[in-house]
């Protein structure tokens, strides 16, 4: 009986002590995420997320109130810029990476496993590829080298599928449909279905306004 009863405060002390440790966590994490970006109220990050915005004002990141955010958005240290409207949904092993600026609207899905980058990720002559990627080696820092960028903006009430990739440079209209596995490297009209390696439009729809 009294090991019964030994093994029971043992447990509560454990359960505290757990929970205690998982509090002090969130309140560290939620700190670090005060300080690289603006968030609105009730906005939830997952633990599986990741937030990056090491060198910039935490205005360059902005996320609006009530949004979900379970993938990866960063900023590269020498440039960058993210703004995601309110009521959004980012997936898990989504990136959303900046060079220049990505503009979110309000009230998008974005599913798992999309990419939308704002840039081409390193140069194209192969001798400043290998010296940014030496550099990034030796420092962890991205220096600033051309890598093409060109803004991204992503209107109000689009839906974006699993395994899309968003290329440097595009505007997706207000309403769009993005079906999975779909390649955009070009402007998307407001209120479209658009499918494909490139993308192309397979259904027009009644503005839902």
Known sequence: MLKKIV????????????FESFRIESEKRQKRLNEMALV????????????????????????????????????????GEIEIGEDCFIGPDTRVW??????????????????????????????????????FVNTGIHTKTDIKSAEIVIGDDVWIGFNVTIMRGVKIGEGAIIGSNTLVK???????????????????MEPNK
């Open 186 to 204: 070009d402007d998307i009209s407001p209120w479209t279905v658009n499918i494909g390696n490139p993308s192309r439009v397979i259904r027009i």
């Open 7 to 18: 093994k029971r405060i043992a447990y509560f002390f454990y359960k505290i002590g757990y």
């Open 98 to 135: 900046s060079a220049k600026k990505i503009k979110i609207g309000s009230r998008v899905l974005i599913a798992h496993n999309v990419n939308i980058h704002d840039n081409i990720s390193h140069p194209l002559d192969a001798y400043e590829r290998y010296k940014e990627n030496l550099n």
């Open 40 to 79: 609105g109220e009730n906005v939830w990050i997952s633990g599986e997320a990741l937030i990056l915005n090491n060198a910039h004002p935490k205005e360059k990141l902005s996320i609006g109130k009530n949004s979900r955010i379970m993938g990866s958005l960063l900023l590269f240290d020498f440039d």
